[in-house]
């Protein structure tokens, strides 16, 4: 199972990391992703991190340049540092995975199949 913890309410312009802690597999033989979903629309991706096989990372545009995904494969985690927040990055975040072994990202929405329960955050002055 996947624990997404680190949201939380920040000001525009500020800082949050969000973790996601694995359980029962080894991340790093798998596609690690981040998506995000606001009130009233769609989930979106926001990031992923390709297997260790590969390495590969994704960010979405709207993202590029102030969010940032990492492994920690000594601790089974998986981070998103998100800097330079703005109120529409504002979602509840989920990480999730394909455990498809040696895959790549990015990866369609319905290719995932292990998530975890989200973690809110808030951008707001």
């Known amino acids: 199972q996947l624990q997404a913890s680190g949201g939380g309410l920040v000001q525009p312009g500020g800082s949050l990391r969000l973790s996601c802690a694995a359980s029962?597999?080894?991340?790093?033989?798998?596609?690690i992703a981040w998506f995000r979903q606001a009130p009233g629309k769609e989930r979106e991706g926001v990031s992923c991190?390709?297997?260790?096989?590969?390495?590969?990372?994704y960010v979405v545009d709207s993202v590029k340049g102030r969010f940032t995904i990492s492994r920690d494969n000594a601790k089974n985690t998986v981070y998103l540092q998100m800097n330079s927040l703005k109120p529409e990055d504002t979602a509840v975040y989920y990480c999730?995975?394909?455990?498809?072994?040696?895959?790549?990202?990015?990866?369609?929405?319905?290719?995932?199949?292990?998530w975890g329960q989200g973690t809110q955050v808030t951008v707001s002055s």
């Open positions: 999730t995975t394909d455990l498809v072994p040696g895959s790549s990202c990015p990866r369609g929405l319905y290719e995932y199949r292990v």
């Open positions: 029962g597999f080894t991340l790093d033989y798998y596609v």
């Open positions: 991190l390709s297997s260790s096989d590969d390495g590969s990372t």
